[in-house]
């Protein structure tokens, strides 16, 4: 059963199960994105960066928190969009071979008329060692349970 915006509380959190990030993961994400910056891709030249080793894509990272976000939100029956994000930071860097799995905190809803409400969560990318890789502001818009 889908949750509508009736069912969101300030202060609520959430946690998703993981999801390890792998080599194929990069090579795809360069492919479909074009991003080829030889940080992700190339191995000999990575080493002699500041990070000392290939690191994930920071868009590629915020996609897959959206995937995992959405396994957990039980709102795809009253999802209406997504409605914005703010105040997105990488904090991080992300590996292969890195886990990450993300924590949502709702800190707003908002009636956005009859029909459907605005909410308003702070979300956590964290990694296999509880450090937060990614945060940001993201809204979405849903439906209300007693929408006209």
Request: charged content about 25%.
């Given at each position: 059963m889908s949750h509508y915006f009736e069912d969101f509380t300030v202060g609520a959190t959430a946690l998703s199960r993981g999801r390890t990030i792998t080599e194929a993961d990069i090579v795809a994400f360069a492919g479909l994105s074009?991003?080829?910056?030889?940080?992700h891709t190339n191995e000999e030249y990575a080493r002699q960066s500041f990070f000392g080793r290939r690191i994930a894509h920071g868009a590629l990272i915020f996609?897959?928190?959206t995937g995992l976000a959405s396994q957990m939100s039980n709102i795809?029956?009253?999802v209406i969009a997504f409605y914005g994000i703010d105040k997105l930071r990488?904090?991080?860097p992300v590996f292969i071979g890195d886990t990450v799995r993300v924590q949502k905190k709702v800190i707003e809803t908002q009636e956005k008329g009859?029909?459907?409400g605005l909410v308003t969560?702070?979300?956590s990318v964290l990694n296999q060692k509880d450090e937060?890789?990614?945060?940001?502001?993201?809204k979405l818009l849903i439906k209300r349970r007693n929408a006209p």
């Amino acid at each position: 059963m889908s949750h509508y915006f009736e069912d969101f509380t300030v202060g609520a959190t959430a946690l998703s199960r993981g999801r390890t990030i792998t080599e194929a993961d990069i090579v795809a994400f360069a492919g479909l994105s074009g991003d080829f910056i030889e940080l992700h891709t190339n191995e000999e030249y990575a080493r002699q960066s500041f990070f000392g080793r290939r690191i994930a894509h920071g868009a590629l990272i915020f996609s897959i928190s959206t995937g995992l976000a959405s396994q957990m939100s039980n709102i795809h029956d009253t999802v209406i969009a997504f409605y914005g994000i703010d105040k997105l930071r990488f904090t991080r860097p992300v590996f292969i071979g890195d886990t990450v799995r993300v924590q949502k905190k709702v800190i707003e809803t908002q009636e956005k008329g009859p029909g459907r409400g605005l909410v308003t969560f702070e979300t956590s990318v964290l990694n296999q060692k509880d450090e937060q890789v990614l945060v940001y502001l993201d809204k979405l818009l849903i439906k209300r349970r007693n929408a006209p």
